[in-house]
């Protein structure tokens, strides 16, 4: 981002709600959806990330993922990407395309982990991209409904991970710009991994918030059961 514009618009990691919104626009008309910095938090502090170094964030738009978990956890390096040409980061590629993820592994090295918030309309595609390109942890910024509200090829996907240990959701954030819940949802390496890095294992209220969304997503449990499980 310029100069020019970080001054028009402030210190992102401190606005209110109605801030982020009025924050969010861009010339030309345009808009995007900033993440709520105490979303971003929630991540930073539920997780441990001190053996992570390399964070990438493809979709940075105004960049309060990484300018928090910065401030959370200084030693973090954030490489910010965004293909719109307004925001001004040193790279501006389409976050879409497998070959840009080599490109930037070349200049940057190996990246420890993929933390963002993709276009929703395209998580599909954003989400499976992130997961091979982190070797630790890819961390992804979802509207609550994508988690619950599945199609069968999506579940198909969720499922194996659910099942091999390495899928994990972090849940009633804090409301977005537009009045919308979202989850983080992680996917590790590896359950080993999973296990190091979340704050209280996986018996933390978090990890049984994962069991009950796997078993409510996936094997069609009631949302009965589902509230049970979290007891």
Request: with cysteine; glycine share 8%.
């Amino acid at each position: 981002m310029s100069p020019e514009e970080v001054q028009k618009r402030g210190d992102v990691t401190q606005l209110s709600r109605a801030q982020v919104k009025i924050a969010s626009q861009l010339d030309w008309g345009l808009e995007l959806v900033m993440t709520v910095p105490q979303e971003v938090r929630r991540l930073a502090h539920e997780v441990t990330w001190e053996k992570i170094t390399q964070v990438w964030d493809p979709w940075a738009g105004t960049g309060v993922i990484g300018k928090v978990m910065s401030l959370e956890w200084p030693h973090l390096k954030v490489m910010n990407n965004d293909w719109n040409p307004q925001l001004k980061w040193h790279e501006a590629l389409n976050a879409l395309q497998p070959g840009n993820y080599r490109a930037w592994k070349e200049k940057y090295g190996v990246c420890d982990a993929v933390v963002t918030s993709p276009w929703f309309a395209v998580l599909d595609i954003a989400l499976p991209l992130a997961v091979l390109a982190s070797r630790v942890v890819a961390c992804i910024h979802v509207p609550s409904h994508y988690m619950t509200d599945m199609t069968e090829s999506r579940a198909q996907y969720f499922r194996k991970l659910y099942h091999a240990g390495r899928l994990h959701v972090i849940g009633h954030l804090e409301h977005g710009p537009i009045g919308r819940r979202c989850m983080w949802v992680m996917v590790f390496r590896n359950p080993l991994t999973r296990a190091r890095m979340l704050r209280g294992g996986e018996a933390s209220g978090v990890g049984m918030f994962t069991f009950s969304m796997g078993k409510f997503a996936m094997d069609g449990v009631t949302t009965e059961d589902a509230e049970q499980a979290l007891v």
